[in-house]
């Protein structure tokens, strides 16, 4: 018997893969006391475009690598739900912004 698990988590989004108004992914700090950056599976257009629209005043900090991609580093004061599995590959999906 296979059991799947996933909790939703609240986390600070640190920055973004693609283009800024609509991006890709996000890297969002998961954790309680903003543990590491990790990627998160790539964004529904709909969420997409309205986490471009929170975005585009953000300052960008510059470039950085998280789990080995490139994305841009801002400094926004976005949260984001995330439906954080728990497995072998655990994946990170964005649900909505808060």
């Known amino acids: 018997m296979k059991v799947r698990h ?3 988590v609240d986390a600070l989004v640190l920055g973004f893969t693609g283009p ?3 991006p890709h992914h996000l890297v969002p700090a998961v954790g309680d006391e903003g543990g590491p950056a990790r990627v998160s599976a790539r964004l529904e257009p709909v ?3 309205r986490v471009g629209e929170a975005l585009s005043g953000a300052a960008v900090v ?3 690598r998280a789990e ?3 994305y841009t580093r801002v400094e926004a004061d976005l949260v984001v739900e995330m439906l954080a599995g728990s497995g072998r590959h655990g994946t990170f999906i964005v649900i ?3």
């Open 47 to 49: 969420l997409a475009a």
């Open 6 to 8: 996933a909790d939703t």
């Open 68 to 70: 080995g991609e490139p």
């Open 20 to 22: 800024r108004l609509r």
């Open 62 to 64: 510059g470039e950085r």
């Open 96 to 98: 909505r912004m808060r």
